[in-house]
């Protein structure tokens, strides 16, 4: 999928082309989930958990076109009408907004932060990521004083998805009787296991995982999707989901890639404002990549085109070069 989405971008020969195509594809899919939450609403009582269910639970593709139109002048996105350019803009937030996604919500922060360089390490992106951490840990901080019931709906029903986040992603004291706290720590759950069954196999297992057809044995039936399952190929933590299958060295050689993809953000001391621009989006990629692997299998979901704009960013970034270089040659 990387390498199908950077050959086009090659055939195509046009920047502006990708970033308009997912624009153009995000403002489609926009307008079909707000028709699915107002059709919704009209039915039925405000509870956020059904309504995604119903309408979707987030959309990588909205979440690029939300990013692409933010930062359109950063990244010098033309468009020839402005006026609708503004509508698009409202559109596409009141979307985004009503994912009610903690993953989509923090990607676009740092996708956003990374495009006018605040993730690059020095004094003004320190003084804004601290600043940003801090507010964090206030929240959190307040939204563990609060008593939130898990049943809760509406506004509270999607703070206690928040406030629930850490013990989903990072808990390994699980009651597995318990199927309410199984459920809010599934994700945990999941990760404990694969790690697990690698550690337990053979010496070699560490090294070069248990291969790539291996299944993650649940040790219990469980409702997923639909099915009873007790053998699952496709966990959500990312992380787990490489060294079960491929053990230290995938995991390794899978944290190489998304380091260099942030170290893009270094890469150009001296360059046209596109190029800067375009690659702080591949640094925040890094970034973006860094956490959905945690949460949401990162280049490993099967459902997602993540890979495929991936491998158009990096189209992009290869036509940048190519014009940097042939300015380069015209002046000497």
């Not at 350019?85 to 009503?98: D, G, N, Y």
């Not at 703070?159 to 597995?176: G, H, Q, R």
């Not at 720590?185 to 404990?192: D, G, I, L, P, T």
Request: with cysteine; hydrophobic share 50%; charged share 15%.
């Amino acid at each position: 999928m990387i390498l199908l989405g950077y050959g086009f971008i090659q055939k195509i020969g046009s920047r502006d082309f990708f970033f308009k195509v997912i624009i153009y594809f995000a403002l489609f899919s926009a307008v079909n989930h707000v028709y699915l939450v107002v059709n919704w609403a009209i039915d039925n009582p405000i509870n956020i958990n059904r309504l995604r269910l119903y309408a979707g639970k987030g959309d990588v593709i909205e979440l690029f076109g939300f990013i692409f139109i933010f930062c359109r002048k950063k990244l010098q996105i033309n468009f020839r009408r402005k006026s609708y350019v503004k509508i698009a803009f409202v559109l596409l937030t009141i979307s985004f907004l009503l994912y009610f996604s903690r993953t989509q919500a923090v990607a676009a922060i740092v996708i956003i932060s990374s495009i006018y360089g605040y993730t690059k390490l020095n004094k003004k992106a320190i003084i804004v990521i601290s600043s940003f951490v801090v507010l964090a840990g206030g929240f959190f901080w307040y939204l563990n004083k609060m008593e939130i019931p898990r049943s809760a709906e509406g506004l509270e029903g999607f703070l206690y998805k928040i406030k629930n986040a850490p013990k989903e992603m990072f808990s390994t004291d699980i009651n597995v009787n318990n199927r309410a706290e199984l459920w809010d720590k599934w994700r945990s759950y999941e990760a404990k296991l694969a790690i697990e069954q690698v550690l337990n196999d053979r010496s070699s297992t560490l090294v070069f995982g248990k291969g790539i057809g291996a299944l993650v044995d649940l040790k219990d039936d469980f409702m997923l999707n639909g099915k009873l399952e007790r053998k699952i190929p496709t966990i959500h933590n990312g992380y787990a989901f490489v060294f079960f299958k491929s053990g230290i060295l995938g995991l390794s050689l899978y944290f190489f890639v998304v380091i260099i993809l942030y170290l893009k953000a270094y890469s150009l001391k001296s360059a046209n404002a596109i190029s800067i621009a375009t690659n702080n989006l591949l640094s925040g990629f890094g970034l973006y990549l860094m956490f959905t692997t945690l949460v949401v299998a990162g280049l490993y979901n099967t459902n997602s085109t993540v890979p495929l704009i991936l491998g158009f960013i990096l189209g992009v970034e290869h036509l940048n070069n190519l014009s940097v270089n042939e300015d380069s040659d015209n002046r000497n």
